[in-house]
């Protein structure tokens, strides 16, 4: 399926952005999923995305199965926690070694990261995971996130709380909570520097107003986590869950590189009554959330520095679309 394109929209005065906007042209997947039988979900889902490919798949496994009842709790099995922090490093790996270089006008890491690559798609069983583990964990120690000083000027939006799947049911507020999802009534920000803030480097960043900087090192942060994880598999396995919510309903929450993703369900029958998928992307550039609260009174001596911010803000943020930058007057 297409991916669709944020498209990201800057209004300058010729000092400061005043104003950002996102328009989007996401498909809302979950619903092309409604009216099918169970099996055909299991079989679509993959089809669907071309990013977070087993996370979606895990995320869709997990809630079907806690809607047909077949446990109050539903756990992640070993190969779908195995598959999903292996894609979670990629994920982390493809940013900081492809994308980042060039937004500090660096050439890309390309050969690093078709190595690390070759090396994930080695993994194939517990020993293999933890021998790249221990590996990515070395080339960690030699590593450091790049550095920009750039300081938030707005107050930051909420971070996300880490939730079990049971206790997400009660934040799930009508049919439009998929596109534009609140927390308490409020925007908020998901991913990497939602589960790190209290590491102590994130938070001494967070304090000094560099939430951009604290979201890299939190990035980094992550990737220790999860290359831990692949030798103690039971740590990275409660990022993935799943409830039975109400009669016939399950849903599903999957820790993602990029934030935490879910997955709600309602079977009529063995057929997909309803279905709800929340992204990260959806809460990063929610209309009112972070990356617009955060390019507001930015400021910016001419539109290639506007638009550069807003393309290393869109990156800390990491949305799972393409997304273009438009720099209109006030």
Known sequence: MEQGVL????TWDGRQIVAAGVASTRPMAARALRGLPFARVLEFVPRLFGLCRHAQDSAARLSLLAARGQRSDISATPAQTLAVTLEAIGEHLWRLLLDWPQLRGEPSRQGEFLLWRKRLLGVADGLGAAAFGARLLAWLDAEAPPCFDDRLRSAPVALLPRLSAAEWESHFHGDHFSERPTFAGQPAETGALARHADDPAVSALLA??????????????????????????????TCLDAAAVAERCGLARVETARGTLLHRVELDGDRVARYAI???TEWNFHPQGAFVREMAGRPARTRAEAALAARRLALSLDPCAAFAVTVDDA
Do not use: F
């Not at 986590?225 to 039971?234: D, F, T, V």
């Open 7 to 10: 498209q990201l929209e800057l």
């Open 208 to 237: 000094d107003g560099q939430r951009l900087q604290a979201r890299l090192q939190a990035r980094y942060a992550d990737l220790r986590g999860l290359a831990r994880g692949l030798a103690e598999p039971e740590q990275w396995s």
């Open 278 to 280: 929340v992204a990260p």
